[in-house]
C-alpha cells in the first residue's frame, strides 16, 4: 500500500498515476460530470493516500462554504459516539428522555403538523434509534426500533439532548445557547482542521409548534477540501494521525446496516447505520465495493469513503440537479463507477 500522510494546514497533491489511477479514465468522470450539470455548478475531490488526486470545480468558488442538509446526520453520529466514550452517557441504548426530558413536553397541537406530537411509546426512544432513523418520534404509528423513516425531528432532538449534557442547549434561549456547534467544534473540528461555518434551521411549522425543542437543525457549512478532512477521518476509522478522534468500535458500527433495521424492515432498506449510509449489504450501490459508505445531504452533496481502497470522494455539491427528474443517488453512483474503474493498483 502507498504511503498514506494526514493534511495540516493545507493538503498535499499527487498525480493520479502517482495515485495509482488511469488519468484519462479518470478524465471520464469530470467529462460525465460537465454533460451531468449542463452548464451547472459542481465541487468534486478525489483523495487517495491522504493526498488530492483532484479537484474539479465548475461555476462555483473553491471557498465558498455550503450547507451539506442530512449529510451533518453523518457528524452527529461521531459525536454521539465520542460523548459515550467519554463517559457522558453509559451506552447508546440509553433512553433519550432521561437526559432531555422535555421531548415529551409536545402535545397534540404543538407538533410540527396535524396528528404529530410526543406520544407516550417516545419515552423509550434511545440515543441509537435516534441516530439510525428508527425512533418513529412523534409519529403515531411507528414503535420506537421497529420502521427506518428518515426524519429531522428525531435528529434535532438527539443533538439538543447530546448538548444539554454538556449545558450547551436551553430551550428557553435556542438560538443563543452554544448549541450542538460546540460539541462538534471541540471533538472533531479543531483536531482535524475544519473550517466549518453553522447555522440553525427550521421548517415552516404552524404558530403553536415548539420548535424549541423539536426544531433548531444544527447547518453545518462547508467546502470541498474540508469534506475530504472529515472523509480521511473516518476512512482511517476515526484516526487522525496516530490520535483516535472518534472510537473505532463505533465507526465500524456506524458503517455496517442498524441491527433493528436488518430485523423488522425490508431488504431494499438495508443500508444505514449510525447516521451514515452503508452498501455493507449491496443495497446502497450495486456494483461498488461492500466496504464503501457514504453521508449524503440534499442538494448533492456527499462524502463517500471506500476504506479498503484508501479512497475518499467528494461532491459539494455534485451531479444533482433540480430541475431532472431523477433519483440523486442515482448520479452519485454513476460518478463514482467512473472514478473506481480508474483505479488501476
Not at 72 to 101: F, Q, T
Amino acid at each position: 500500500m502507498a504511503d498514506k500522510t494526514f493534511p495540516k494546514e493545507s493538503w498535499e497533491s499527487v498525480s493520479p498515476e502517482d495515485a495509482g489511477f488511469d488519468s484519462g479514465k479518470l478524465n471520464k468522470a469530470k467529462v460525465w460530470l460537465d454533460d451531468a450539470v449542463e452548464g451547472g455548478y459542481y465541487r468534486v475531490v478525489v483523495a487517495r493516500h491522504g493526498r488530492i488526486v483532484v479537484e474539479w470545480y465548475q461555476n462555483i468558488e473553491e471557498e465558498k462554504r455550503l450547507g451539506i442538509a442530512s449529510a451533518a446526520k453523518s457528524v452527529y453520529s461521531n459525536i454521539l459516539g465520542s460523548v459515550i466514550n467519554e463517559g457522558m452517557l453509559p451506552s447508546a441504548d440509553a433512553r433519550v428522555h432521561e437526559y432531555y426530558p422535555e421531548m415529551m413536553d409536545v402535545a397534540e397541537g404543538e407538533g410540527p403538523k396535524y396528528g404529530r406530537y410526543a406520544f407516550d411509546k417516545d419515552m423509550y426512544i434511545t440515543f441509537r434509534q435516534l441516530i439510525s432513523n428508527t425512533s418513529g418520534y412523534m409519529k403515531p404509528d411507528e414503535e420506537p426500533g421497529k420502521v427506518f423513516h428518515y426524519q429531522t425531528f428525531g435528529m434535532n432532538i438527539l443533538t439538543h439532548a447530546l448538548a444539554k449534557i454538556y449545558a450547551f442547549y436551553d430551550i428557553n434561549e435556542p438560538e443563543s445557547s452554544m448549541g450542538f456547534r460546540e460539541l462538534i467544534r471541540t471533538k472533531i473540528a479543531q483536531h482535524i482542521g475544519l473550517n466549518w461555518n453553522y447555522s440553525l434551521s427550521n421548517f415552516e411549522h404552524p404558530s403553536e409548534a415548539k420548535i424549541n425543542i423539536f426544531g433548531y437543525y444544527c447547518q453545518i457549512h462547508s467546502n470541498a477540501l474540508d469534506l475530504a478532512r472529515i472523509g480521511w477521518l473516518w476512512c482511517n476509522w476515526g484516526n487522525w494521525n496516530g490520535r483516535q478522534i472518534i472510537p473505532e468500535d463505533w465507526m465500524r458500527k456506524s458503517t455496517k446496516t442498524n441491527p433493528d433495521i436488518l430485523a423488522n424492515c425490508p431488504e431494499d432498506q438495508w443500508k444505514y447505520g449510525y447516521g451514515i449510509w452503508t452498501n455493507d449489504h449491496g443495497k446502497l450501490w450495486g456494483n461498488l465495493p461492500r466496504s464503501g459508505f457514504t453521508a449524503s445531504g440534499a442538494g448533492g452533496h456527499y462524502v463517500s469513503v471506500f476504506p479498503d481502497l484508501d479512497l475518499v470522494i467528494v461532491q459539494n455539491p455534485g451531479c444533482y440537479r433540480k430541475d431532472k427528474d431523477e433519483n440523486p443517488q442515482q448520479g452519485n453512483e454513476a460518478l463514482l463507477e467512473i472514478i473506481l474503474d480508474a483505479i488501476v493498483q
